[in-house]
């Protein structure tokens, strides 16, 4: 199995950590300028029978300038291409303005979805749920997978879902 995996989400979520953890060397780091319009590789994951190429997707935001406006549609061109979304979130920040605008992007394309809710050792497993509660109701989101990036918890679940969505 092999396809296109793009990871979004705001600043700070936890995208590049997730990255470096799953592929295990630090180039999510090295290809991560932001505001650029050319989407690159930011890893490949090779298995024995498996590849997923992550693919970075600058710019999904809400533009403050026109060329942020010519940004999230480059951004949003891309999502329509990949075969899936990882839409990551701070656990501990829980909903904010800047994911209301990434969820109404994701409602006009057709690519399967899941949220990652990163950071999960920073917070009770009730909040946990609650906080789970509230997204479901924002997106029919294929899975939704609790993950420590920094801890590795789940991070191979998380690779296995994945991989049954190529
Ligand atoms: P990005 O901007 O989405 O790529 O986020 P980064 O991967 O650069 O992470 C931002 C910060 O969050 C860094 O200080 C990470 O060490 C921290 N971080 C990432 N994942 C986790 C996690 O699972 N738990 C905790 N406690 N911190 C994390
Ligand atoms: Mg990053």
Redesign the pocket.
């Given at each position: 199995k092999s396809g296109f995996v793009s990871i979004i989400?705001?600043?700070?979520?936890?995208?590049?950590?997730?990255l470096n953890h799953v592929i295990g060397q630090k180039i999510?780091i090295m290809s991560?300028k932001p505001q650029t319009t050319r989407n690159k590789v930011q890893g490949v994951l090779t298995k024995e029978n498996s590849q997923i190429i992550f693919i970075d997707t600058p710019g999904i935001h809400k533009p403050k300038h026109k060329l942020g406006d010519f940004m999230m549609k480059v951004a949003q061109n891309t999502l329509k291409e990949v075969d899936l979304v990882l839409f990551?979130i701070n656990a501990e920040e829980g909903y904010g303005r800047g994911d209301e605008f990434i969820i109404e992007r994701l409602k006009t394309i057709q690519t399967p979805v899941f949220l990652v809710v990163?950071?999960?050792?920073?917070i009770h497993p009730d909040k946990l749920l609650l906080l789970i509660e509230q997204y479901k109701e924002l997106y029919p989101f294929k899975e939704i997978i609790p993950?420590?990036?920094?801890?590795g918890t789940n991070t191979t679940r998380l690779v296995e879902q994945i991989k049954s969505y190529l």
């Open positions: 989400g705001r600043p700070n979520v936890g995208k590049s950590t997730f999510a991560d990551m990163n950071k999960i050792d920073q993950i420590s990036a920094l801890e």
